[in-house]
């Protein structure tokens, strides 16, 4: 039964790495990258307007 725990505990850790590899490293670069999606789908729509 402890061993199941343990591995339970495991698999947590594992997958908060995970999350926080994902939504916390690099997000300087995640930025940057819906920024720029935005303001490409505002010129190849026609919004320049919104620049």
Known sequence: MNE????NAKKQNKFSAVLKKIFVHDIGWKLLAIFSAAVLWALSSGLSGLL
């Open 4 to 7: 199941q725990k343990q591995e």
